[in-house]
């Protein structure tokens, strides 16, 4: 309808424009109509600019309203016309879409920016031309620095720091001692070249080592930065590839297409690629909510525990777990008692997290799962063992890595934030197993 008001518009003025034309042709002809001559000359010419004026007004408001998608100036986009109601529908659903785009790239950045200050390793990424684009809070602490913009800034914490780094290779390690006001630090230092957008970006990555540290640990952030990178690369890459794709439906050769250019199946690819981006959404931030569970393990409210009635209060739901599954649970209790200084409900949680990974190792008819409590040189020893499979020598080393599992629907953090609430007791998790043979998970407490 608005686009047949349009024509008529038209048709209208260049009817007008005819008339006023034949008109103008009659009264040049005669040499006595010399105001009419004037008279008609200017009403032709004023005509003729309301007919360009007609038709430019609407690319005008287009061309605004793609400049301010390509600046990303929203709030001032505005391309309300009446006279073209089905095209300003569509061109305002582009322009929700390409919102929802930058909302998701943003909210990616923040994921990657929170993820970032979580990690105990500094991290700082730079140009090609020394600019430095992201330095995370542990960076900013280990170097005792609020803000780092070029990488030359560098030799203000040490003479000469910004040339050492632009010449280390990557692969390799350099240790930095520094001087700063909290004493002197040895900075282990590691580069990462990457290409990005085709910009070559330095990733510097740092920690000191001067403090306790200990060298599986290392390794183990090691591999969860780069499970994390491929975790979020998987994501960002298909969002963007399907957010492109779905653009493309709405644009040919750089130009909006009208309503009446989109087919049935363009319209249900641009839902389904909408869908698809949702889901991957919905993937990455439940990646990130299980990389914060193991990043934000709150410190233990302790309290003093007689641990045969801890594990009495506990058995019921240990059993009930097992009961479900046809597996035999059984516990040996201390002939005396024992006091130990626990976060009841955290200890809880490993022992949960402990049985159910036995339970899913078991995969014989008489399942069994033995509980068992001792002491030994002021310690306190909770084992579980299991008749399960046991657990292949290869994965030993890296049970437990955060996010490493070989269950098809684990999320490979049960075991990490396991080792760390025990940990945070000033205790230990170990485990001892065997193919086929089973599975020996020991806790080990400090006894009061």
Not at 47 to 69: A, D, G, P, S
Not at 74 to 81: A, E, G, H, Q, R
């Amino acid at each position: 309808m608005g686009f047949n008001r349009f024509n008529i518009g038209i048709v209208i003025l260049c009817m007008l424009i005819a008339i006023i034309g034949i008109a103008l042709v009659e009264v040049w002809s005669n040499v006595d109509y010399k105001v009419a001559k004037i008279t008609v000359s200017l009403v032709w010419v004023i005509l003729i600019i309301v007919l360009i004026k007609y038709v430019n007004r609407t690319n005008r408001r287009l061309k605004q309203f793609l400049e301010n998608i390509k600046y990303s100036d929203y709030l001032n986009t505005d391309i309300s016309n009446s006279s073209f109601k089905e095209l300003n529908f569509s061109l305002n659903e582009i322009l929700r879409y390409v919102r929802l785009a930058d909302l998701e790239k943003e909210s990616t950045h923040q994921y990657l920016r929170q993820i970032l200050d979580q990690m105990p390793t500094g991290i700082i990424t730079t140009t090609e031309s020394g600019k430095v684009e992201i330095i995370n809070r542990a960076g900013q602490d280990i170097l005792e620095t609020n803000s780092l913009e070029l990488l030359s800034q560098l030799n203000k914490v040490k003479e000469g720091l910004e040339y050492k780094l632009l010449n280390l290779k990557e692969g390799t390690k350099e240790v930095i001692s520094i001087n700063t006001s909290k004493g002197i630090k040895s900075l282990l230092f590691q580069i990462k070249n990457v290409k990005i957008n085709q910009r070559n970006i330095k990733i510097i990555s740092f920690e000191n080592i001067r403090t306790e540290l200990d060298i599986e640990e290392e390794k183990a952030w090691r591999k969860i930065f780069r499970v994390l990178t491929h975790e979020i690369m998987n994501s960002i890459g298909p969002i963007r590839s399907l957010t492109s794709s779905v653009l493309k439906i709405f644009a040919l050769d750089d130009r909006i297409k009208k309503v009446s250019q989109l087919k049935e199946e363009d319209i249900e690819f641009a839902v389904t690629g909408l869908k698809s981006i949702d889901n991957r959404n919905q993937g990455l931030s439940s990646f990130v909510a299980d990389f914060k569970k193991v990043m934000r393990i709150p410190e233990p409210n302790v309290e003093k525990a007689n641990i045969n009635e801890f594990i009495d209060e506990t058995l019921p739901i240990l059993k009930e777990y097992c009961t479900s599954k046809n597996i035999r649970l059984e516990y040996k209790r201390l002939t005396k008692s024992e006091f130990i200084l626990i976060d009841k409900e955290q200890i809880t949680q490993v022992l949960i997290n402990l049985v159910k990974n036995s339970s899913e190792a078991i995969n014989t008819e008489k399942g069994e799962i033995k509980l068992k409590a001792e002491t030994q040189n002021n310690s306190l020893n909770l084992s579980i063992t299991d008749n399960g499979q046991g657990i292949s020598l290869d994965h030993q080393s890296e049970i437990f890595i955060p996010f490493f599992t070989t269950k098809k629907e684990g999320s490979g953090i049960g075991l990490s934030v396991s080792r760390q609430i025990i940990r945070n007791h000033h205790g230990e998790l170990n485990i001892s197993s065997q193919e086929n043979k089973g599975t020996t998970c020991k806790i080990t407490f400090p006894v009061i």
